[in-house]
């Protein structure tokens, strides 16, 4: 079994920069498919970034440009630099694993770390 867990959130104004990590313990795979989620009270899970084994990258239209993600195989570590934050990306934000990329449900998932962006 593998466990996620997030850090690096935190209260941030407008226009700043943050940078999250998620660290994989336990059972890990290079093949896992990685990905970066955030939700807000009362909405639904959003997809912001996802990676796949061979690098190869995806993003939600709403952070392409300002967030990227990327990972360290050598220390289990998942990463999302985050720049150029606004209000709207206040969210409790949530690392995932699957085995694959094309699968639709994640295996597994963190606990959050939480970003506030002040205007």
């Known amino acids: 079994i593998m466990q996620l867990t997030e850090s690096g959130g935190g209260s941030v104004q407008a226009g700043g920069s943050l940078r999250l990590s998620c660290e994989a313990s336990?059972?890990?795979?290079?093949?896992?498919?990685l990905g970066w989620y955030r939700q807000t009270p009362g909405r639904e899970r959003e997809g912001v970034a996802s990676?796949?084994?061979?690098?190869?990258?995806t993003y939600a239209d709403s952070v392409k440009g300002r967030f990227t993600i990327s990972k360290d195989k050598y220390k289990n570590t998942l990463y999302l630099q985050m720049n150029s934050l606004k209000p709207e990306d206040t969210a409790m934000y949530y690392c995932?694993?699957?085995?694959?990329?094309?699968?639709?449900?994640?295996?597994?998932w963190g606990q959050g770390t939480q970003v506030t962006v002040s205007s």
């Open positions: 995932a694993a699957k085995d694959l990329c094309w699968y639709p449900a994640w295996n597994y």
């Open positions: 990676i796949d084994s061979d690098g190869s990258t």
């Open positions: 336990g059972y890990t795979k290079s093949s896992y498919c």
